[in-house]
C-alpha cells in the first residue's frame, strides 16, 4: 500500500513537468509509426550518412526548431511574431539572389540574417515603443514581408547553383544533416544566455509583470527589443536552410504558414501565451510532435488539404490534457461516476 502511494506521488510530481505530456504524446507517435507504418524505423547507412523516416523527420523540424527558439522568447513577453514567415520569404530572396549573381558566401550568408535582424528590429519598435498590440505591429510585415519578397524577386522564381551555400540543407556531418548542428548551436546559445544569465529572468519577468519590472530597472523597451531582433534572426536562418533544399527563392510559398507551427510548438511545449515562464526544450519538442504528427498523416494516406484539420484537433488535445484545470475536472468526473456505481 505504501509502495502504490509512493509510485502514485512520484507519478503525480513527473506528470507536472511541462515536458511529461509532449514527450508521452510524441513517443506514441513514434510507436505507433513503428507499428503500423512500414520500414518507419529502419535507419539506413550510405555513402556514411544515415537516412531514414527519423532523420528525414529531424532534419524537417529545424526550421520550425529555429522559428520555435525565437517565438518561445517572443511569447515570453507576452507577445507574438506573426511575420517570421514573410521574414523567411524575404530572406531567401535576398540570398537566392545573391547566389545566382556570384556573391561570395560570407554576403550571401550575412546580408539575409542583416536584413532579418532589421526586419525583427521594426516589429520590436512598433511594439516597444510605439506601444501597437503585438498581433497587429507583426500582422504588418506579415503582410508586406511577403510582398516585399515578391518584389526582390520580379515575380519569378530565383534559381541558382552555389554548393557551398548548398550545404547548409544539403552537407553531413558525422552521418547526420547539418541543420542538425545549426539548429542545435542556435539553441544551446540561447539556453546558455537565458539560463546562465539573468536575461532570461529578465524576459519571464516582462512577461509576468512589466510595471514592477519597471520599479525595479528592467527596461521593458529593451527586452523586447532584444527579443524581437532575435525572432528575425531565426527566421533568417530558417529562410536560409529553406532556400537551399529547393535552390531557389518562391516568395509566394516558402515559408507560408510556418508562423502558426512556430506558434503551435511553442504553445504545445508549455509556454503559456499570456507570457512569463518559458520552455525552450519544449518547444523542440513541439517541432518534432508537429513534423512526426504531417509524417503519419501522410503515411496514413490522408488528403493534404485534410491534415490541418487533423493536426488542429490533436493540438486541442494536447493542450488539454496539459491543462491542470480540465485534469482536475476530469479526475473529479471520474469519482463522481465510481461513488454512483
Not at 512500414?38 to 529531424?58: A, C, P, Q, T
Not at 505591429?137 to 503582410?143: C, P, R, S
Not at 540543407?169 to 544566455?193: D, E, K, N, R, T
Amino acid at each position: 500500500m505504501k509502495g502504490e502511494k509512493s509510485a502514485g506521488k512520484f507519478f503525480t510530481d513527473v506528470s507536472r513537468s511541462p515536458y511529461f505530456w509532449p514527450m508521452i504524446f510524441l513517443l506514441a507517435l513514434m510507436t505507433f509509426n513503428i507499428a503500423f507504418t512500414e520500414r518507419f524505423g529502419v535507419i539506413e547507412i550510405k555513402d556514411g550518412h544515415l537516412y531514414g523516416n527519423i532523420i528525414d523527420i529531424l532534419r524537417r523540424s529545424v526550421p520550425t526548431m529555429l522559428l520555435g527558439a525565437g517565438m518561445t522568447l517572443v511569447i515570453a513577453t507576452s507577445g507574438i511574431d506573426l511575420s517570421v514567415g514573410a521574414v523567411i520569404a524575404v530572406a531567401g530572396a535576398i540570398s537566392a539572389l545573391l547566389a545566382r549573381d556570384g556573391y561570395p558566401l560570407p554576403a550571401i550568408l550575412l546580408l539575409p540574417l542583416a536584413a532579418s535582424v532589421a526586419a525583427g528590429f521594426w516589429n520590436g519598435f512598433l511594439v516597444a515603443k510605439i506601444g501597437i498590440q503585438p498581433f497587429v505591429a507583426t500582422l504588418i510585415l506579415m503582410v508586406s514581408g511577403r510582398g516585399i519578397a515578391q518584389l526582390l524577386c520580379g515575380g519569378q522564381i530565383i534559381k541558382f547553383s552555389n554548393p557551398a551555400f548548398e550545404y547548409i540543407s544539403s552537407g553531413f556531418i558525422a552521418g547526420l544533416p547539418f541543420g542538425l548542428y545549426l539548429a542545435a548551436a542556435v539553441l544551446c546559445g540561447v539556453w546558455l544566455l537565458t539560463r546562465r544569465t539573468a536575461l532570461g529572468l529578465f524576459i519571464e519577468s516582462i512577461g509576468i509583470n512589466p510595471v514592477a519590472s519597471g520599479y525595479v530597472g528592467i527596461s521593458a523597451t529593451r527586452i523586447k527589443l532584444l527579443v524581437y531582433m532575435f525572432s528575425g534572426f531565426c527566421a533568417g536562418m530558417a529562410g536560409l536552410v529553406l532556400t537551399t533544399e529547393i535552390r531557389g527563392a518562391d516568395a509566394n510559398n516558402v515559408g507560408l504558414n510556418l508562423e502558426l507551427d512556430a506558434i503551435l510548438a511553442t504553445v504545445i511545449g508549455g509556454t503559456a501565451m499570456t507570457g512569463g515562464k518559458f520552455y525552450l526544450a519544449g518547444s523542440v519538442i513541439g517541432a518534432l510532435i508537429i513534423q512526426t504528427l504531417t509524417t503519419t498523416i501522410l503515411a496514413r494516406g490522408v488528403a493534404r488539404p485534410a491534415t490541418l484539420v487533423v493536426k488542429a484537433i490533436v493540438v486541442i488535445l494536447i493542450s488539454l490534457i496539459q491543462s491542470p484545470a480540465f485534469r482536475a475536472q476530469f479526475t473529479r468526473a471520474r469519482r463522481a461516476e465510481k461513488a454512483r456505481t
